[in-house]
């Protein structure tokens, strides 16, 4: 019997740890389930014969020998700040370890150690990181079998509300952990454009933007991620001049969304005392320079340049951000308020439906001939607890941890999936669950 333990039993991992238990019988698998809420991990089990729920916390040491030394495997779903620690532990127990968040930089040194274990340590194995790198590994060595030129390879994806879900003004709801919403796009952001490196600041991420239009969904604005340079060499593409990779959100999102940027809303970095004694009006208005007069919607409107009647500016008055109702925290970031307002007002509903978009496009030149190859999924889920999110982001963890356990991935060392033995039947597998590219050459 090979045994896996799954940390985390969140959101996320909902499809993840269905998938596991449901092939557990015919896999001979022990799923164990490790959360600091035992509730959760009991709940996901759902009283399976081949599984259990258990306390887990990463930050006992006891814990995380007990639970780690007795299993084959360990699939990692807790926050992304938890993987270098639990990955360390599995090396020193010898157990092969999965995750779907980025690889972090220290982990590297271990590269040399989990080979000679014959240990897969596999990161980026979920939706943005992990179907992003296996679809566009696959359609770029098609290209290359057809010795194709290629010029440009732009990436997109957006964990985004469903048109029948959406609304709110600024028709986004957190589909996924809502603190990194907050904290997008800060630092610079690099990418290359026609052989050139290129850095969009803090302050211009969401106006530096590109808008899209695709088919039956609707019209997408998409703002660059931080890095788009450290996949270039992965991916074997060092002979293309422009490559991007970019987050998509609803038409209207960005400009509002940098109204906050500008106004300090989203900064981490220090805490404001005595918070609690302000109301979210008040806290606004202490961004302001005090040259500026008026009520708060005035002197917000006349700091940002736009009118009172602007979208931008009811998008913000929707937010209560005008309000006199007091700050229920202290000595708390701004970042951290704007986090307990957007979790309310941005909550999804029960029956509220969220929706993956993704899309690659590809420009190359074949027989002297210029052409555009795009290739787009769109996954919407069932309902707020059914996501579309947890099912893109566990599937091809499952799917990948399958194939290790049956020993059809015998890849080892530090990995991200961008090789073909993983790529290639993960992706046949997603099509059974309706994850596939729909792809278009003009």
């Known amino acids: 019997m090979k045994k896996i333990l799954v940390l985390g039993a969140g959101r996320s991992s909902s499809t993840l740890i269905n998938y596991l238990l449901e092939n557990a019988q015919e896999q001979d698998w022990f799923v164990t389930i490790g959360d600091m809420v035992l509730n959760s991990a009991k709940e996901r089990v759902n009283g399976n014969a081949r599984g259990r729920g258990v306390y887990f916390d990463a930050a006992k040491a006891d814990l995380c020998d007990y639970f780690i ?16 620690t639990i990955a360390k532990d599995c090396l020193r127990w010898k157990k092969h ?70 609304n709110n003004p600024w028709h986004y709801k957190f589909t996924w952990n809502p603190h990194n919403v907050v904290l997008a796009g800060q630092g610079t952001a690099k990418y290359l454009h026609e052989g050139n490196y290129k850095y ?52 209207g999102y960005c400009p509002s969304w940098n109204a906050l940027v500008q106004l300090g809303l989203t900064d981490d970095s220090y805490t404001i005392p005595k918070i609690n004694e302000l109301s979210y009006a008040d806290w606004v208005s202490s961004f302001i320079p005090a040259s500026f007069s008026g009520d708060i919607k005035e002197i917000v409107s006349d700091f940002l340049g736009l009118k009172t009647s602007d979208a931008i500016i009811k998008n913000l008055e929707w937010l209560g951000l005008f309000s006199d109702t007091k700050i229920n925290l202290d000595n708390a970031s701004p970042a951290q308020v704007l986090l307990t307002i957007l979790q309310s007002k941005w909550a999804m509903q029960p029956q509220d439906k969220d929706m993956i978009v993704m899309r690659h496009i590809f420009e190359y030149e074949e027989n002297k001939k210029s052409k555009t190859l795009t290739s787009t999924m769109v996954i919407k889920g069932t309902d707020s607890q059914h996501t579309a999110m947890a099912k893109t982001v566990g599937l091809p963890l499952a799917i990948a941890t399958k194939l290790l356990l049956t020993g059809k991935l015998k890849l080892t060392g530090i990995n991200i999936p961008v090789h073909k033995e993983i790529y290639t039947p993960v992706l046949a597998e997603l099509k059974n669950y309706g994850i596939e590219f729909i792809e278009e050459t003009i």
């Open 200 to 251: 969009i600041p803090y302050n211009r991420i969401f106006t530096d933007i590109e808008t899209m239009s695709i088919d039956k969904h609707g019209k997408f604005e998409a703002y660059a991620n931080r890095d788009s340079l450290g996949y270039i060499k992965q991916y074997g593409i060092e002979d293309v001049g422009t490559v991007l990779r970019a987050t998509l959100r609803k038409e």
């Open 97 to 166: 370890f999965l995750n779907a968040s980025y690889l972090p930089q220290g982990i590297a040194e271990l590269n040399k150690d989990t080979k000679s274990n014959g240990l897969l340590f596999l990161f980026e194995m979920g939706l943005d990181p992990g179907i992003d790198h296996m679809s566009a590994m696959q359609t770029i060595n098609e290209l290359r079998k057809r010795k194709v030129n290629i010029k440009s390879f732009k990436s997109y994806c957006g964990g985004l509300i469903a048109p029948e879900s959406d």
């Open 69 to 84: 030394s007795e299993n084959d495997a360990v699939i990692s779903m807790l926050p992304p700040d938890k993987h270098e």
